[in-house]
């Protein structure tokens, strides 16, 4: 079983080992290990289960620091940084030598973000390297939004969880990439498209691997509970699994069941980002065969919450 704490010291230590250690982000909990040690970073690999064909987001404290590691910032992805940074979107720039190949899988770019967390923030200012570091669940799971997600699936192959508490945003990073200059999205995330195009303007979103090879990572299948997860509107989807047999998975409405779970009563989708996971999760445990769930509204955080939905309920 894995310590869970909040010792930078020692995080740090086991880092600088080549050994991995679970961080808090306000995303999601990353597997971190040094970017630049590749046995630390063929490990996350390994305890992940993942294929090196999908790369790895690099962490770094701030802008001088991401600047060691990539070749050019274009001047929109700098707006970026100066409005966002430290916080939930993720800058996929031209990456230099010291990166090495399996972080990126062999892309000539890199993911890089810098995580709006205490903890993280103040280890990663302790470190002499970069953190890689992608969500701390098994491949194709769904990610951990607290100490104990970790701890339950990867708590016997690591050494030591840096608990942060509930992860405040709670979907993943939003990934913004850059084609001859222009801006594009690759994930849906935690940072709104709204709010970046407040500052930046209108941008084109480009979520799907077959359509985009850039996006390696985006796996139509993905963020999957144990549970077979069916979208809809929840009444009709009830026509056909009986009520005692489906876990219901609403935005605001109550059904009455013993297996639901309301992302937000009040109706914010912040509150339903921080939620989603976690509400996944919760049904690997209870006596339903299927999750019945519905779409919430697609806009804001709504609509990285409905891409993790539509994910989900493939198979
Ligand atoms: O919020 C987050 O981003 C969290 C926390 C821990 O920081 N990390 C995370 O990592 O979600 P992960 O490994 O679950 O997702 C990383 C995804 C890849 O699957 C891929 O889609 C994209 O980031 N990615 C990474 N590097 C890329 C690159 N060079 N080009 C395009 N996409 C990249
Ligand atoms: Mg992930």
Redesign the pocket.
């Known amino acids: 079983m894995a310590e869970v704490g909040i010792d930078t010291k020692k995080a740090v230590h086991l880092l600088e080992q080549g050994e991995l250690v679970a961080i808090p ?1 306000e ?4 597997l971190a290990g040094n970017a630049l040690n590749k046995q630390a970073v063929t490990k996350i690999f390994t305890v992940k289960d993942r294929p090196q064909f ?4 690099v ?1 770094v404290a701030d802008l001088k620091s991401a600047k060691e590691f990539v070749t050019e910032i274009p001047s929109v992805a700098h707006t970026l940084v100066d409005k966002f940074w430290p916080g ?1 979107v ?1 800058l ?1 720039l031209k990456k230099k030598k010291i990166i090495p190949d399996l972080v ?1 899988a062999g ?1 000539e ?3 890089i ?1 810098c ?1 709006d967390h205490p903890l993280t923030l103040q280890l990663l200012k302790k470190l002499s390297f970069p953190l890689a ?3 701390a669940n098994p491949f194709g799971y769904v ?1 951990p939004t607290k100490a104990e997600h970790v701890e339950e699936q990867l708590g016997s192959k690591i050494q030591y969880i840096l608990d942060g508490g509930t992860c405040s945003v709670g979907i ?2 939003t ?1 913004v ?1 850059f084609e001859n200059n222009e801006p594009v999205v ?2 849906l ?2 940072l709104s498209l709204e709010h970046i195009e407040s500052t930046i303007g209108k941008i084109r979103v480009m979520t799907h691997s077959t359509s985009n090879p ?5 796996l139509l299948s993905h963020y999957s509970p144990a549970k077979k997860v069916f979208l809809g509107s929840i009444e009709e989807l009830l026509q056909t699994y009986p009520a005692h047999l489906a876990g219901i998975l609403t935005f605001q409405k109550d059904f009455n069941s013993p297996f639901q779970f309301v992302l937000s009563p009040s109706g914010s989708l912040e509150e339903a980002a921080q939620n989603i996971f976690e509400a996944l999760r919760s049904f690997d445990k209870l006596p339903v065969d299927v999750i019945l769930a519905e779409r919430v509204p697609d806009t804001g955080l709504g609509r990285a919450i409905n891409d993790r939905l539509q994910r989900a309920a493939i198979k």
């Open positions: 982000t995303t999601v909990y990353g999908d790369p790895l987001i962490h939930p993720t996929v990126t892309l770019t890199v993911g973000r995580p570091a992608p969500s990610s993943e990073s990934i990439g690759y994930r995330g935690g850039k996006a390696p990572g985006q």
